[in-house]
């Protein structure tokens, strides 16, 4: 199931393979971070400002979970769509 999805994106060119960079993962949790704490501040005087805080760590959380494991969504239309769904990618999906 994990390796089809990891398959097809592999294929239709969603992904791409790239080395494992765990310096750049570790900098994107470490901005995750701050934009949770950020968000925790800004909750109560602007709660749609915290909203995008926690989604932007979000998508940076998926961002670093790609980058390291050695994937990364390619540029274009549908990038962040991908990068949303690495929930699926496991360091140990065969492809």
């Not at 995008?52 to 790609?66: E, F, N, T």
């Amino acid at each position: 199931m994990t390796s089809d999805w990891l398959a097809e994106a592999l294929a239709t060119l969603d992904i791409e393979r790239v080395k494992a960079n765990l310096g750049a993962a570790g900098e994107r949790v470490n901005d995750a971070r701050r934009h949770i704490h950020s968000a925790r501040l800004l909750a109560e005087d602007d709660a749609t400002l915290a909203m995008a805080a926690c989604h932007d760590a979000i998508r940076k959380s998926a961002a670093d979970h790609m980058a390291a494991n050695g994937f990364r969504a390619r540029g274009g239309e549908g990038a962040y769509r991908i990068t949303t769904r690495c929930d699926r990618l496991r360091p140990e999906s065969p492809v």
